[in-house]
């Protein structure tokens, strides 16, 4: 074949390098295709949170009572209650409904949470409660915590759910109470409602 002439015939690949191509190239695609379920399951990907599975109602009843009352939510979120409310803190035992709803009233948040939680589960959901907020244990609950404002609840999967910080975000200054603005301070320290002394009470 003379200098100006050119070869015609097809490029012949080896042999080696065309298997060696298809294992890179089922390599590279296989794990696009299980990325997403790596990620997944190794917890990277989550669900976005959202306050979707709050609960409200509109409630208008603030009377004062000093009776029992039968409150259609668990714990109630509003309604009658009684004339003294409890004092914002951590309360190691089940508090009063009537008194507690008092404390709702005025736009306090109110944890409760299941009696078995460990120490420090309670430690931890201690640590957000804000300042204007009671924490209870309570036996009747729908899931392991459950935060309360007047008119709005939210059912937590536990101590760690990060939804707890969106609801305290969105409710927690108190903005659905009749009475925004006013403090848990001052109420009664006793979980089962007793007036510790005279003039204390609204």
Known sequence: MS??????????RSPVLLVLSSVVAVVVIGGALAAPLVARVAGYEREPLDLSAVQ???????????????????PPAGGPHAPI?????????????????????????????????SERDLEELAEQLPDNGIMSPREDLPSPVVVTVWGA??????????RLGLFLEEYGDGHTAPEFGVTCNGGTPDPTGAVPEPGVGA
């Open 3 to 12: 200098e100006t002439e050119t070869d015609d015939r097809p490029e012949r």
């Open 56 to 74: 409200t109602w509109e409630i208008d009843d603030t009377r004062h009572t000093d009776g029992d009352v039968d409150y259609p939510q668990t």
């Open 85 to 117: 409310w409890l004092d914002c803190g951590v309360y190691d035992v089940p508090v009063r409904d009537e008194n507690a709803v008092h404390d709702l009233e005025h736009g306090t948040v109110w944890i409760t949470h299941d009696p078995e939680l």
């Open 153 to 162: 609840q939210l059912a937590l999967d536990g101590v760690r759910d990060e």
